[in-house]
Nanobody
Framework: QVQLVESGGGLVQPGESLRLSCAAS????????MGWYRQAPEKERELVAS???????NYADSVKGRFTISRDNAKNTVYLQMNSLKPEDTAVYFC???????????WGQGTQVTVSS
């Protein structure tokens, strides 16, 4: 099994920054990617950013240029640096880990990010 523990959420004002962290533990083999999704009230969960083991990043158009995803493979940790936050970034952010074989997807418990003046 794989466990994902997120940290770093909170309440900030528009234009401020936050950094989310997600530490993975357990049976960490054949990892394809780690990433972040978010879900706002009454909306579907959506991809924010993901990064492969090789370091290739993928971003939602709405966060390009503001958010940066990175990972420390030695620590099995993925980070999401969020700058220039907007009220529409308010959501619960979930860490995600995808295993190639056997195929599996794991989720963290979620961390709340609220952007409000």
């Amino acid at each position: 099994q794989v466990q994902l523990v997120e940290s770093g959420g909170g309440l900030v004002q528009p234009g401020e920054s936050l950094r989310l962290s997600c530490a993975a533990s357990g049976r960490l083999f054949n990892i394809r990617s780690m990433g972040w999704y978010r879900q706002a009230p009454e909306k579907e969960r959506e991809l924010v950013a993901s990064i492969t083991t090789g370091g290739n990043g993928n971003y939602a158009d709405s966060v390009k240029g503001r958010f940066t995803i990175s990972r420390d493979n030695a620590k099995n940790t993925v980070y999401l640096q969020m700058n220039s936050l907007k009220p529409e970034d308010t959501a619960v952010y979930f860490c995600n880990l995808v295993v190639l074989f056997p195929p599996a997807t794991y989720w963290g418990q979620g961390t709340q990010v609220t952007v409000s003046s």
